[in-house]
């Protein structure tokens, strides 16, 4: 029964890889909009790399056993890990993987916490540098302050910091704020191992024309969406502005349910997308886990901005690892924009992801 069900997973994969090749070359040729998968999924998005579908299956079977299973089926985390493996192996096998960037929490750490010295991802994020990879922190948390990124992430600067890494190989970590607003680079003669960067020295062409006027605009008609939510639901909330966000976080002794985010999230974005403002200028409204913020710009100007700092990653060389990959309140989803990308669902799967690339990356080293 298990080998039956192994070959007819096969076979499933196997056709799904066809339907990826086949929107690919077509994709390359401009006429993606005639291919047959986007025919049976309209929503469907750009391919950076082909996906090794059938292999992966086989790779995560062996560690799962999925076709042994007599009652359970596939599951939603089943094919997300195996979407993850069959990204790492195509990555692994087109060249070195040239920047991986990350999301913070639940992703390099649980929700709300810091990155100590350590957290087991750090011997990875070492690992990566010594081969030369870039690497950049893309997250949601905007301040222009180094000392809050420092408190967030002082394991994994001190870490480096104590390292044996050469100076380039140290200098190729940044940290990418506020979704796509803030740039720090690592610095080891600052007292909190981060030099802000100014926007003039990274910003890409397109959001140089992002005006003052409109971000305010944006940020008040956010403001006001989002009163309205809490206005409705009697949800114990304060807000909170920042210089390019606006946010809602539970009153002292309060938390948020969950449909009240979600419903918060979406409220917020739907007044947003039919503004005038909302179409000029892009935005992220999000679900952070007790709190929903609304960012000027999103992970895919973020993770774009970070392949432009390092002179011009391409996205089928970049990895975006993060774990809000949901379409609805999820600012992780636009990363796949401009990269391929790992979901992951919490910081023990981004250690085994990392081994994973490791792990095949060697594999493919040693055919070599």
Same mark, same amino acid.
């Not at 042994?68 to 087109?94: C, E, H, K, W, Y």
């Not at 990274?202 to 305010?216: A, G, N, Q, V």
């Given at each position: 029964?298990?080998?039956?069900?192994?070959?007819?997973?096969?076979?499933?994969?196997?056709?799904?890889?066809?339907?990826?090749?086949?929107?690919?070359?077509?994709?390359?040729?401009?006429?993606?909009?005639?291919? !047959?998968?986007?025919? &049976?999924?309209?929503?469907?998005?750009?391919?950076?790399?082909? &996906?090794?579908?059938?292999?992966?299956?086989?790779?995560?079977?062996?560690?799962?056993?999925?076709?042994?299973?007599?009652?359970?089926?596939?599951?939603? %985390?089943?094919?997300?890990?195996?979407?993850?493996?069959?990204?790492? =192996?195509?990555?692994?096998?087109?060249?070195?993987?040239?920047?991986?960037?990350?999301?913070?929490?639940?992703?390099?750490?649980?929700?709300?916490?810091?990155?100590?010295?350590?957290?087991?991802?750090?011997?990875?994020?070492?690992?990566?540098?010594?081969?030369?990879?870039?690497?950049?922190?893309?997250?949601?948390?905007?301040?222009?302050?180094?000392?809050?990124?420092?408190?967030? &992430? #002082?394991?994994?600067?001190?870490?480096? #910091?104590?390292?044996?890494?050469?100076?380039?190989?140290?200098?190729?970590?940044?940290?990418?704020?506020?979704?796509?607003?803030?740039?720090?680079?690592?610095?080891?003669?600052?007292?909190?191992?981060?030099?802000?960067?100014?926007?003039?020295?990274? &910003?890409?062409?397109?959001?140089?024309?992002?005006?003052?006027?409109?971000?305010?605009?944006?940020?008040?008609?956010?403001? %006001?969406?989002? =009163?309205?939510?809490?206005?409705? =639901?009697?949800?114990?909330?304060?807000?909170?502005?920042?210089?390019?966000?606006?946010?809602?976080?539970?009153?002292?002794g309060h938390k948020f349910a969950r449909e009240q985010l979600e419903e918060t999230v979406l409220v917020t974005q739907a007044i947003l997308q039919v503004s005038p403002v909302g179409k000029r200028l892009p935005f992220c409204a999000f679900n952070g886990g007790n709190d929903v913020f609304v960012d000027i710009g999103d992970k895919s100007w973020g993770v774009l901005s970070c392949q432009r700092f390092f002179g011009g990653i391409e996205g089928s060389k970049s990895l975006h690892v993060g774990d809000q990959f949901l379409s609805a309140g999820a600012n992780d989803f636009k990363a796949r924009l401009a990269c391929t990308t790992a979901w992951i669902a919490n910081?023990?799967?981004?250690?085994?992801?990392?081994?994973?690339?490791?792990?095949?990356?060697?594999?493919?080293?040693? !055919?070599?």
């Amino acid at each position: 029964m298990a080998s039956t069900a192994h070959r007819r997973y096969n076979e499933i994969m196997r056709d799904v890889e066809a339907l990826i090749n086949d929107h690919i070359a077509h994709q390359r040729a401009g006429t993606q909009e005639r291919s !047959k998968l986007k025919l &049976l999924v309209p929503s469907v998005g750009i391919f950076f790399t082909p &996906l090794l579908l059938e292999e992966a299956f086989i790779y995560q079977d062996r560690r799962r056993f999925i076709s042994s299973r007599r009652f359970v089926p596939p599951s939603f %985390n089943d094919i997300r890990l195996t979407l993850n493996t069959a990204q790492v =192996m195509s990555l692994v096998r087109g060249g070195p993987i040239q920047l991986v960037t990350f999301d913070g929490d639940v992703t390099l750490y649980d929700d709300g916490e810091s990155l100590t010295n350590n957290n087991p991802v750090i011997p990875r994020i070492l690992s990566l540098l010594r081969q030369g990879s870039k690497i950049g922190i893309v997250t949601a948390a905007g301040y222009t302050d180094a000392l809050k990124y420092y408190d967030r &992430l #002082h394991g994994l600067l001190e870490v480096i #910091h104590r390292s044996n890494l050469s100076l380039a190989q140290k200098h190729s970590l940044i940290i990418l704020g506020g979704e796509s607003n803030y740039l720090f680079k690592f610095n080891d003669k600052k007292d909190c191992l981060l030099e802000f960067v100014p926007r003039s020295e990274w &910003l890409l062409e397109e959001m140089k024309l992002w005006k003052e006027e409109d971000i305010e605009e944006l940020l008040d008609l956010a403001e %006001n969406a989002l =009163m309205e939510s809490v206005n409705n =639901m009697h949800l114990h909330a304060e807000v909170l502005r920042k210089e390019r966000a606006v946010g809602i976080i539970p009153a002292k002794g309060h938390k948020f349910a969950r449909e009240q985010l979600e419903e918060t999230v979406l409220v917020t974005q739907a007044i947003l997308q039919v503004s005038p403002v909302g179409k000029r200028l892009p935005f992220c409204a999000f679900n952070g886990g007790n709190d929903v913020f609304v960012d000027i710009g999103d992970k895919s100007w973020g993770v774009l901005s970070c392949q432009r700092f390092f002179g011009g990653i391409e996205g089928s060389k970049s990895l975006h690892v993060g774990d809000q990959f949901l379409s609805a309140g999820a600012n992780d989803f636009k990363a796949r924009l401009a990269c391929t990308t790992a979901w992951i669902a919490n910081p023990m799967e981004t250690v085994q992801l990392l081994d994973e690339l490791a792990f095949l990356g060697g594999q493919e080293s040693s !055919k070599g």
